[in-house]
């Protein structure tokens, strides 16, 4: 996804406004009766959540219930979505708390950058080796912050999500988040300084995964 962000040269604001409007009328379809409508939203999100559950609980089967669990919520409470936000803010906002619910319960909670993929079309197997130790790295690093940090390095830069966004999911200010990241960032920087992650990435400026996380995160 982060690759996919920086590579593409459509204008991404200009794709979140037409992916809103699209699936705000697929959800005006299932509430004046077609059902089958929904089927869509699911086909369209599925993976993103079953991603979520995977970060959370680490199991596939859990996950996959986690999906039907939070597809479920969806439909039943889709009346309740006003189309404000975008349909895939609203559905990560059920699943994340429904997920964290489970957390809570269960004890347990792994970050969603410890199953952080990036795909790295025509490494060489050195170039393979030194990308696993950079992914080990951040997740490590990632794995370190504390909780209230984490959550938000999670929805801002590996899903995306603006600060407004990230405000009405967790219950936190604006500036509260911001300040967060900023210092999640600080954090990150200096553990992978000190880790020599960013000295390796020198060597190798256009190593895949470090290069993209790197500028993603502007270390």
């Known amino acids: 996804m982060l690759k996919k962000k920086i590579l593409s040269n459509n204008d991404p604001k200009k794709e979140q406004q037409t ?3 699209i699936d705000k009328e697929i959800c005006k379809a299932v509430l004046n009766g077609n059902t089958q409508a929904f089927s869509v939203l699911v086909e369209k999100y599925q993976q993103q959540i079953y991603r979520l559950g995977m970060s959370f609980f680490k199991n596939e089967d859990d996950s996959k219930d986690f ?3 939070v597809m479920l919520k969806a ?5 309740s979505f006003r189309g404000d936000s975008a349909f895939s803010t609203w559905l990560i906002s059920i699943a994340y708390n429904t997920a964290i619910n489970s ?10 950058a410890e199953s952080f993929e990036i795909e790295a079309p025509g490494e060489t197997p050195e170039e393979r080796h030194i990308n696993n130790c950079v992914k080990l790295s951040i997740r490590e690093a990632v794995e370190n912050l504390c909780e209230k940090y984490r959550v938000c390095i999670d ?3 590996f899903y995306d999500m603006p600060y407004a966004d990230i405000s009405s999911i967790t219950g936190l200010p604006v500036n509260t988040i911001k300040s967060h990241v900023f210092r999640a960032k600080k954090i990150l920087r200096e553990y992978l300084t000190e880790e020599q992650v960013l000295f390796r990435s020198n060597e190798n400026p256009s190593s895949g995964i470090f290069a993209i996380f790197q500028l993603r995160y502007d270390l």
Request: aromatic share 20%.
């Open 155 to 157: 929805l801002y830069f």
């Open 103 to 112: 957390m809570r319960r269960s004890q347990r909670f792994v970050s969603f």
């Open 19 to 21: 992916q809103k409007k």
């Open 67 to 69: 999906v039907q669990d």
């Open 75 to 79: 439909y039943t409470a889709l009346g």
